[in-house]
DNA sequence: TATGAATGAGAGTTCATTCAT
DNA sequence: GATGAATGAACTCTCATTCAT
């Protein structure tokens, strides 16, 4: 990754931005490594050798490998869930951005699917590493319950409130909803890869969320 | 786990099913420690501890740790993926026990949601290796084009030519009608718990595959 | 050092004593690295190739480098400050086996002499770690205080009641006492070895404590 | 330590004296460290952090870490071993000096007693690494020998041509003096603290080397 | 069959020292 | 002269695996 990209994703509000070169290259090492073999099974060596820095130069920058893999996936968290969610929903901003529930979902749905597919390596080892740190889920839960959830809702409601939703209650709409995008996700990076027809299954799933697959009588 | 569910987990055919006790003792621990902390983070000797076993006895039953593993995923693969479709569909026996869609999903639904409580720690394991094993990947696309896809579609276009469902590419249907079940599987065993209200999310998350959200107008 | 005298000496009550061949290998390899280089200057892996096994196995008999430590030190220290005092000082045996300060002080002296003699190594150890670890000077304070501050005085108060000894307060006769003892054994330990002419300066120290080197008149 | 006692302290005599301000700071930081933890136990980086001073400035000043610890160590082994011999012994300056044996103990010990108390981390280095570099230990002998050991011999003998002192050998009176110096000064400082009253030991300690502890008959 | 002591390769981490700035 | 990033050897400790009992 470059140097500007890699600086974007990992940076957090007031902290200092800058990398050194082998920080950097430290970090593209470790992003690869770690979402290739899982954190546990990569050894610092390694890490170093794809790197082309000495061992020692890693633990100069991070306290310990555990502090490399927090350095890595800690930022991205808040900006994956959230950023969707980000604008500043004035009456006006939100009618002109969103008249429908439609244009909302697609322009998530593309959104997060450009995120995911810039950031996946990033993104798989923030999952795995989900799976058995409490910390972490935690983390994931804490962003979407004060970025997201919210704004999430209000929206729903508006859009009930318009008559375009059905009146589910929101929480399940929302589930619902972020199954389907990440169901897209995942059969698209983790299962089929590049030989599925990315627009035509996001049209599709787009459908799907607002039509149901059952036929209307 | 008891003798008896372990060696039905485990099982696969062709293989001599008689586990000695210490084995299942082994196994027991082995799924409990790979499924909190991980396969790479678990190590060999806390698993003998926890089994009560003697740390060399683990590598007489099994040649290496990752044969270990192997012989806890493999078998469950597919025991989770294929079940629900193991049934003979002889026309007869379909139509009575499908009369609709709906049936059939509700059914879907509640087989595997019991299917995961019951074994979710084995399928943790699984998920977590498929992560950056393209060979357990492969062990589970396998079995799905064998044993689910044909069926599967199978089923959607008979309720399609019933009018029941609309004409949808049935590979879509397939992947939402999955990324739903999977997306609230997901939500009740790895991020909500206990918490979270089974029945009713079972059923609105069905209504949504059926309905979707959107107002029918 | 024969297995013999190194489980006596490092036996602690209350413990199972036997030791394995490898971990009195270790044993001896440790005290004598030490005891030579000091215990921060001294690795693992030169313990390890000194005692001819694994480094591994090391750590498979003391969870820590500064457990091995401690295995070597803390049941010396009860043996080299308390024995001259362990016996039963029931009144008869006592005015038997020291009829006088004299008799008294020479047979501590020359007991505790031929002890340090035996176990230099092991206390040379011990005294570097006292000078930085409170946690060490602390055990020596305490052995003392249970095991021999009460008697010595008693002893002393004996002899002063018989007129053999001078009216100083205990506290004083107790550390100038033991300071010569201590000052002969260091002359002899670390500063000038075998060229000592050892019975004579024993017995000149003794002297020493027992009229001062001030003429009388 | 302020600028003017620290180089007092480590100036050796026929080399240039003067101390860079960084200098001074690294030399009291790593006397500090080195009484508090050990030589190999405190890192250069260490030391830095708490002088405040770059690592690598340690290392413009001291070739090595070793080359530090001798810079502070060397200075002060002639320093504190010699100086209460160092006047010029000429027979008037002596005779009204030192008028006799008692007086000149006593100037010794209280002499040397307030060295230590100032100089107390130096001299604990010292004595540390005394236990396992020979190196050490043949400094302190050279020294003593050059330009102690015939001095206080000749005051012994001249007390003893006086009638004040017994006729023990000069070189019994000498270790023996010089036990109970070091005796009350160990016991002062390493073992008891503030809590001792330190005139009163120290007159009890001259009392005893002087009339020793039997009664006089 | 089961044991658990022993192994040695390799893990993460520290550290004295160097050197370009 | 002073800096501090970089180094790589060496450190303590862990681990899967072996094998004599």
């Known amino acids: 990754m470059d140097a500007k990209s890699l600086e974007e994703l990992l940076y957090i509000e007031g902290e200092q931005m800058k990398m050194s070169e082998k920080q950097r290259l430290i970090l ?27 061992e020692g130069t890693i633990f100069r920058h991070y306290k310990t490998k555990k502090d490399l893999l927090l350095s890595i996936v800690m930022p991205t968290v808040t900006k994956v869930v959230a950023p969707a969610f980000a604008k500043n929903f004035s009456k006006e901003v ?26 996946f390596p990033v993104l798989k080892i923030f999952i795995q590493e989900a799976f058995y ?20 809702k209000h929206i729903i409601e508006h859009f009930q409130s318009t008559g375009e939703l059905r ?3 929101a929480d399940t709409i929302i589930r619902t909803t972020i199954s389907s995008i990440i169901g897209l996700i995942i059969t698209r990076f983790l299962l089929m890869g590049e ?21 209307k009588r």
């Open 28 to 54: 593209n090492a470790a992003i690869e490594m770690f979402a290739e073999k899982g954190f546990a099974s990569t050894s610092t060596s390694e890490i170093a050798k794809k790197a082309g820095v000495a």
């Open 133 to 152: 740190q409490e910390e972490f889920r935690n983390v994931y839960k804490q962003v979407f319950n004060e970025h997201v959830y919210d704004k999430f």
């Open 195 to 215: 030989e599925m027809d990315e627009e035509l299954e996001k049209e599709r799933t787009i459908q799907f969320i607002l039509y149901g697959v059952k036929q």
């Open 167 to 169: 009146d589910l209650p």
């Open 94 to 119: 939100f009618e002109q951005d969103y008249p429908s529930y439609e244009v909302f979902i697609r322009e998530m749905l593309n959104n997060r699917f450009e995120f995911v597919k810039k950031h």
